[in-house]
């Protein structure tokens, strides 16, 4: 007798990931995809061929079903992936133009006239969310304003995720945890806020906005040409899905609000689960009745990136990150000296226009060992000051989680402990983002009774304990942290 899987569509930027998990909620098996790198047509310009984003999904697809024995079943499937952006598509369902990708900034005219003319103030006052150059909204007033043709020709709306799911089923639809955080949720935190649409001039695009479906519910079956690209049965129950950030929160298994889960990667994130929404950036758990409460910062995973490129990479030869990560923290392990403090702001802040990457202390005996050491150590200042300064509920901290793939470090893992003086849990498996989704499938194929009852708790694969010694260190260099950045403040 075979075993029943469901299947999870993890769409990203950079990899498209199919995850297979058993009716347990444990990781089975794992098959990326490579995707298309966005299209830099213009500065701030980021798009990706929408037919390219499905053929990536069904190949991964294609992946995971080939990994399984013959007796065995797919009896349900999700997708989860980041939110923003624009994915047009015409009555037929086709592609309008290529997707507009989440760190697309072609539309910062048009925010800066939203500021001077009280637009954005009016949609965080009515829509509890905010405007950003690559919401939906925005982006369809740049084609109103640029690609006329292009507008007029869209009738469906659709997050990247949502396109993807479109291509499995034919049906068009959306959640909250996707139209929450580009501020197109309304206040009844039920419907799309229409209103933003007649303030914006695009009221005629409304009806383009699909149905809203909870995660966890059934949104479509996959369709003959579906099942025959990707391998699936058809008529396989598809449900909706959800934003990866919620998705991920979703994947510890619990909707406590004693933890906080930090993601190390291309940006890094902290979050927390809470009961009320709090003011910032706080959007609707896939759990009803509860809200992924967090800070996001884009000095993280990539800043480590960008250091090792420096010092790592020689003409002529291709330079990946990943090569020299075990390198680099050991390196970063027999530091001599540990009194250089680094601000790792290489990319600026959207919210503070003068900030930098800063090495204070240095000195001609330094080594490449200590500049990592101090490269790691602040990157953790940097999430554990987002998280102290911007979390209202962080005094209830109790424990950490890690993950992204900075996530997969040790040395990360050990630096957080202790500067945070609480456990830091390692979850079990590589996929929590898909894990939040599977666990929403079982809810929707009735597995578990209630989305509520779906909360299995994620394993841990290891745990690191706060160093006594250490923490002392990191605490008195957190200070001079501070110090610096008060300094760029001025």
Known sequence: MGKKYVCIVDRGTTNTKAVLFDLNGNEVCVYRKSSQRPAVLKPGWFEQDMNGI??????????????????????????????????????????????????????????QQFEEDGTKDWWIKHSGGSLLASCPQVMLRWMKENEP?????????????????????????????????????????????????DRLGIQDKKEALPKLIPSYERAGGVTEEAAEQTGLRPGTPVFTGAHDMMACCMGIGSVKDDYLLSLIGTWGANYMVTDVRRKGMSNPHIVPGYYITGYLDGNSGAVLDLILQMMYERPGKTFAAGAYYDEAEQRAKAAKHRDLVFLPYLFGSPYHSEYTGIFANLKN??????????????????????????????????????????????????LFADL????????????????????????????????????????????YEPRRESQKLLQEKYIQYLNWKERMSR
């Not at 959306?174 to 806020?193: H, V």
């Not at 554990?384 to 040790?410: C, F, H, R, V, W």
Request: charged letters at 20%.
């Open 54 to 111: 499905w053929e990536s999904a069904a190949g991964a697809v294609r992946g995971c079903v080939r990994q399984l024995n013959p007796a065995d079943e797919i009896i349900g499937v999700s997708v989860t992936g980041q939110g923003g952006g624009l994915f047009p598509a015409d009555a037929s369902g086709n592609p309008v133009r290529q997707g507009v990708a989440s760190l697309d900034t072609r539309a910062e005219y048009l925010m």
């Open 149 to 197: 043709e292009a507008y007029e020709a869209t009738e469906h709306i659709l997050f990247s995720k949502d396109w993807v799911r479109y291509r499995l089923t034919g049906e068009y639809a959306s959640d909250i945890t996707d139209a929450s955080p580009p501020g197109l949720l309304g206040r009844d935190e039920k419907s799309w806020f229409y209103e933003g649409f």
């Open 365 to 414: 005996w330094h080594k490449g060992e200590d500049i990592l050491a101090a490269v790691y150590e602040g990157i953790v200042m940097c999430h554990y000051n987002n998280t102290m300064a911007e979390l209202e509920d962080a005094p209830k901290i109790q424990k950490l989680y890690l993950g992204g793939g900075g996530g997969k470090s040790g040395l990360f893992a050990q």
């Open 420 to 463: 945070f003086d609480k456990p830091v849990y390692i979850p079990a498996g590589c996929e929590l983002t898909a894990r939040g989704s599977a666990l929403g499938v079982l809810a929707g194929l009735g597995i578990r009774k209630t989305i509520e009852e779906a909360l299995i708790p994620i394993e841990t694969a290891k745990v």
